[in-house]
């Protein structure tokens, strides 16, 4: 069974920064690609970013491309989320994810394992 446990999330003011983690139980990490998504109160779950099995391919919304870096650490069994230049309408749940398959990809549905999240408020 896989287990990923997202930690990092908190409260900061707008411009600032922060870096999640997502640390992943099993051998197999490395042969899967991950994904960052988000949930706000009221609206549905979105994508934020995600990176391939090898980590040489990323992807991002539009919402946070040029903010936001997604990597990840194979030996280490994590995936981060470097977050810069935080907004108000950043603040949400994030959850990491593993694809079901070796390439990170946006669609939810192509998620079979998630975390339980963490909390990321941002400020005005």
């Known amino acids: 069974q896989v287990q990923l446990v997202e930690s990092g999330g908190g409260l900061v003011q707008a411009g600032g920064s922060l870096r999640l983690s997502c640390a992943a139980s099993?051998?197999?990490?490395?042969?899967?690609?991950m994904g960052w998504f988000r949930q706000a109160p009221g609206k549905e779950r979105e994508f934020v970013a995600a990176?391939?099995?090898?980590?040489?391919?990323?992807n991002y919304a539009d919402s946070v491309k040029g903010r936001f870096t997604i990597s990840r650490d194979n030996a280490e069994n994590a995936v981060y989320l470097q977050m810069n230049s935080l907004k108000p309408e950043d603040t949400a749940v994030y959850y990491c994810?593993?694809?079901?398959?070796?390439?990170?990809?946006?669609?939810?549905?192509?998620?079979?394992?998630w975390g339980r999240g963490t909390q990321v408020t941002v400020s005005s």
């Open positions: 994810a593993r694809s079901m398959y070796s390439v990170g990809v946006s669609s939810l549905s192509m998620y079979n394992y």
């Open positions: 099993g051998r197999t990490f490395a042969s899967y690609g």
């Open positions: 990176i391939s099995a090898s980590g040489t391919s990323t």
